[in-house]
């Protein structure tokens, strides 16, 4: 079992930035191949790929909407993933998730994680 827990959230301007990070209990990241994920949902919205991550750390795919503007990076060591967000616009406003399996591909559906955390709010002001 993993546990996942975000933190970083918070209120911003637009053209702000923020950095979520994804910290995993349960499962060493070195140990297993732990591939990795940020989705975001806002009110009335289905859950939205952003950003997924390989074990290793060298494959990422992104959102359309986010890119360019977010980078997704992890480190191993600290069982950590992380989401530095810029640019960021009213529309970014959701609770972001990260998510996690066990496996050595780069995920972007909601379906194909095993593990979530309880998400963490970020708000955009305009």
């Known amino acids: 079992q993993v546990q996942l827990v975000e933190s970083g959230g918070g209120l911003v301007q637009a053209g702000g930035s923020l950095r979520l990070s994804c910290a995993a209990s349960?499962?060493?990241?070195?140990?297993?191949?732990?591939?990795m994920g940020w989705f975001r949902q806002a009110p009335g919205k289905e859950r939205e790929f952003v950003a997924a991550i390989n074990w290793r750390g060298n494959i990422i795919e992104l959102g359309d909407s986010v890119k360019g503007r977010f980078t997704i990076s992890r480190d191993n060591a600290k069982n950590t993933m992380y989401l530095q967000m810029t640019s960021l616009k009213p529309e970014d406003t959701a609770v972001y998730y990260c998510?996690?399996?066990?496996?050595?591909?780069?995920?972007?559906?909601?379906?194909?994680?095993?593990?979530w955390g309880q998400g963490t709010q970020v708000t955009v002001s305009s």
């Open positions: 998510a996690a399996k066990t496996t050595t591909l780069v995920l972007t559906t909601t379906t194909a994680y095993d593990f």
């Open positions: 349960g499962r060493s990241f070195s140990a297993y191949a732990m591939g």
